[in-house]
Nanobody, 126 residues
Framework: QVQLVESGGGVVQAVGSLRLSCAAS????????MGWFRQAPGREREFVAT????????KYVDSVKGRFTISRDNGKNTVYLQMNSLKPEDTAVYYC???????????????????WGQGTQVTVSS
């Protein structure tokens, strides 16, 4: 069983920044592919970013490239999402997710992820 706890959400004005954190339980965090997804009201859950367990490779949805950065600290069992130049359309509940089998080819899909956090609200005002 892996528990994920997100933090760092809040209300911010457009062009501002936030950093989300996701603390994970589990002794083999360093072997998990970790992802961030988001869901806005009335919309489906959307992939945001993912980071590979083995070499730190990353993937991003096009709409956040150049603005968001995913990173991980295996010593702290934590994955981060640094969000800069925020826009009102980034408003959503943000979820972190763990794929304990470390899949990479399908990491932009929610399907391979085994565990999800409870989500943290990010609201960007114009």
């Amino acid at each position: 069983q892996v528990q994920l706890v997100e933090s760092g959400g809040g209300v911010v004005q457009a062009v501002g920044s936030l950093r989300l954190s996701c603390a994970a339980s589990g002794r083999t965090f360093s072997r998990y592919t970790m992802g961030w997804f988001r869901q806005a009201p009335g919309r489906e859950r959307e992939f945001v970013a993912t980071i590979n367990w083995s070499d730190g490779s990353t993937k991003y949805v096009d709409s956040v490239k150049g603005r968001f950065t995913i990173s991980r600290d295996n010593g702290k069992n934590t994955v981060y999402l640094q969000m800069n130049s925020l826009k009102p359309e980034d408003t959503a509940v943000y979820y972190c997710a763990a794929d304990i089998f470390g899949a990479w080819g399908t990491a932009a899909s929610p399907d391979p992820y085994d565990y999800w956090g409870q989500g943290t609200q990010v609201t960007v005002s114009s």
